[in-house]
Every structure is written in C-alpha cells, then in structure tokens.
C-alpha cells in the first residue's frame, strides 16, 4: 500500500547521504569485558543505583530503578561483577550522575521476563508496565521514555501514528537495516502499540532512498494483513526526520510552539523503539542492545548490535580501526551528533552511531544578514537572532520573544551560513542558561 507524497513546500536542506553501510547486514559485535552504565540513558530523571560493589549481576537485571515518572529502568547489560559505582557529567543536563561499572564473567548469562503470548487479551496497563521494565526509550535519539509517550494525558485523543523509518542524517543506516532484517517483528511491536492508543491510522514513513526497505516493508504489511497502516514513501530531504517536521509534512498538522505531537493527535515512534516494544513483549528482553552504525573513517563501516556501556574504542577496532588523520570521534550524525573526549565514551541507549571524522577548524565570520538560516528553518524561526542576543546575554528574550525553545537542533541552519556561524551552539548556549534560570526560580 503506498501513499505518494511530493515535499516541495518543505524546509531544510540537501546534505551528502554517505549511507556507506546501507548494504551491510547487521552483525553481532563481541561481549565487552568491561561495560560502563550511566543512569542518565534517557530524557529525565537519571535513575536510582540498586546494586552496590561487589554485587554479582546477569545480562538483562535491573540495576538502576527509574528515578521518577519521566525516567526509564538501566540493566545490566553483561553477567558478571560490580566493580564500582562512578561518577559521569550527563551530557544532556550538564550534571553529575552515576554509573555502575561491570566486569563481564564472558558467560552471558540472562534474567528472562516471561513472555507474553495473549497480549491481545492484557490490560494496557500490562503492558505498559512491561515496556517500563524493560526500560525502553525512543531510540531515534530523543531517549523520551516510551510507556510515557505511550500513556496520553486525559484529553489527548491519539488519532494517527506515524512509525519513523526516515533516517535522514548521513552515514547513519542502522534503522534502515532494522526495517530490512527485523521488520516483521516491528510490526508485530506496531499492533501493540495500536492497541495501546486505541488507533488503527497508521503511517510508516520511509525516505525514497530506501527502495529495498519500502519494498521489505510492504511485503511484511501484506504478510499480516494490516489494512489501516499505509506505507509512504518520502522525498529524502535533511531533517525530515524530526518528529514535529515529520508530522507536519506528512499530515499538514502544525505542532504548536514548545508542544508534542501528541498535541495534534499525533504519536511519532521510531522503527528501532517498535522492534524494542516486540523483544519486551513477546521475547521477555530488556532493552540493553541496539544497532549502532559504525561509520566515517574507520576502515570497514558496519551496523552493529552493541550492548550498552560498550567503550566506542572496541566498536571501532571490530570495524578494522581509524583510517586516515580523523581526530574527531561523534556519537550521532554529523549534523545533530555530539563530539565525545575520549575513544573510550560508553555507547548508551541513544547511540545510533559512531561516526569518525576529521574536524574542520573554521573562522566564524560576521552575519551578512543574508536569511539562508531562516529559509532552511524546519520550525520557521529566527535563528539569526539567538546569536546575537546569546552573545548579549539576553537568554530570556530567546525565549519570550523567539522561542527557542521549539528549535531541533536541527543544524540545517549553520549547515547554510555562508559566514559558518556555529548557530546550533548558540543555541545550546541558550537552552541552558534557559534551564540554570529555570532551576533557580
């Protein structure tokens, strides 16, 4: 079933694909010796630590207890031994957390939940509560807790879902080798998800350059017989990607300024979340893996099922090593990706890719005033303007007067700069001035 859908009067920009992996089937990486797990995985509240030093612990445990209504479950992600509990600055908020470092036994061995075969006949409560076990989380990037996502607030009527198979950023394919290899299983992850918004309106959104996925998927919805869920295939264009771009793209809802799509009838969930709900639900697996492209310059990109706490520096040697001088190391994509210190950064839940790259040392020069960063804007804003009161120190007026809060992040902006304004960092600068403020009233 396909929907076609022409993209002209949509914003943002063209950028290189490189899918260099896209042909690569998704291999098994080796079991790490050593795993680090931060409690901070997800958006939220970190979570509790519930196993101390010297504790012996398996593959699939809970070790962190989900530290609030926004938060999510940490396993272990290896059977073996706590070492120590450290300390790590969370990326996301600045702030210190824990982590709980363990040593592998190299014996693998699991905690099983048991599975749920009459799932049609469970309460959604259930299941909700197995997805919150097992500490699933969106995994196209955003890390919001899914059994949240999953429980609208009373008056908010769920009327379309759109599965996100888009990946639109460069170098990154390991969703489009989960729709290839795993799409069965997303959809039968999908009709749970079905049943918990009590929604039958169904889009699975692929970009055009992934014909052989669209043609997967498509045999995969005739295989079951899901007559409400439509297949559109979309114009590959930078960052349609983006939840609140997708849905107004593909439905012409307009998410409202600092809102969800939830707000519209909208819940937008990625292909490799689905497949995640599916290994909870029918095979009794916590999240504690995923399929992280390993890309740029490394001598043999892959896509590859890591364990979370993996150091980056052992996926990288599995992909054949640095090529070439590349100095910087990116969890992400290169346009939303964030640079990491060290090779031996931990890949966490929100850890699509690995992508090594040469860092390019640009002068930033002054605007000239000439709008590219707001003709590519997905969300209409003004970028141009949070530079220059961010480097006023007018953090409020961002807000207040234009609302920065509603940025992505996108970075289609400083993508167009023709001055190679860092624009995005701006705006991270905003963001959390914005939060320090918050937190202090």
Not at 12 to 33: D, H, L, M, Q, W
Not at 77 to 90: A, D, F, H, P
Not at 368 to 379: E, L, N, T
Request: charged share 25%; proline share 5%; aromatic share 6%.
């Amino acid at each position: 079933m396909m929907l076609d859908l022409l993209l002209k009067s949509a914003k943002g920009v063209k950028v290189p694909e490189r899918k260099f992996s896209e042909k690569k089937a998704i291999e098994n990486a080796p079991i790490p010796k050593e795993v680090v797990l931060p409690m901070g995985q997800h958006l939220g509240a970190p979570a509790k630590p519930v196993v101390n030093k010297g504790d012996s612990v398996k593959t699939g445990q809970i070790i962190g207890e989900a530290g609030g209504f926004i938060s999510a479950n940490i396993h272990s992600t290896v059977s073996g031994e706590v070492k120590k509990i450290v300390q790590l600055i969370n990326v996301i908020t600045s702030q210190p957390m824990d982590a709980i470092v363990i040593e592998s036994d190299g014996e693998d061995k699991w905690t099983v939940m048991k599975k749920i075969k009459d799932w049609e006949l469970k309460s959604n409560e259930e299941l909700l509560a197995r997805i919150k076990d097992a500490g699933i989380v969106g995994l196209g990037g955003a890390t919001f807790p899914t059994n949240v996502k999953l429980s609208p607030p009373p008056g908010k009527s769920i009327d379309t879902i759109i599965l996100n198979g888009c990946e639109c950023e460069p170098y990154i394919t390991s969703d489009h080798r989960v729709m290839l290899e795993y799409g069965d299983k997303i959809l039968e992850g999908l009709q749970v998800m079905m049943k918990l918004l009590s929604c039958e309106n169904v889009f699975i959104a692929i970009e055009d350059n992934k014909p052989d996925a669209i043609e997967k998927m498509r045999g995969f919805l005739t295989e079951e017989g899901l007559d409400g869920v439509k297949i559109v295939e979309m114009k590959s264009k930078y960052p349609l990607g983006a939840e609140k771009t997708l849905t107004k793209t593909l439905l012409k809802r307009e998410v409202p300024m600092g809102g969800l799509p939830l707000d519209v009838g909208v819940v937008v969930q990625n292909v490799s979340t689905v497949k995640a709900i599916y290994d909870a639900i029918f095979e009794g697996k916590a999240l504690v893996e995923r399929v992280v492209t390993v890309a740029g310059w490394v001598k043999d990109p892959k896509n590859l099922i890591a364990r979370f706490g993996t150091p980056a520096k052992d996926l990288i040697s599995y992909c054949g090593g640095i090529v070439g001088d590349a100095n910087e190391m990116i969890f992400g994509g290169p346009m939303m990706g964030l640079s990491q210190y060290d090779l031996s950064t931990p890949v966490i839940k929100g850890t699509n890719c690995i992508l090594m790259k040469k860092a390019e040392v640009t002068d930033e020069k002054n605007c000239i005033r000439c709008s590219a960063c707001i003709d590519v804007c997905p969300m209409d804003l003004m970028p141009t303007m949070y530079v220059q009161l961010v480097k006023k120190k007018r953090y409020e007026d961002c807000a207040r007067d234009y609302f920065v809060d509603n940025c992505v992040e996108c970075g289609a902006c400083a993508y167009s700069c023709p001055a190679k304004i860092p624009i995005v960092q701006y705006i991270k600068i905003a963001k959390n001035e914005l939060r320090k403020m918050k937190v202090k009233k």
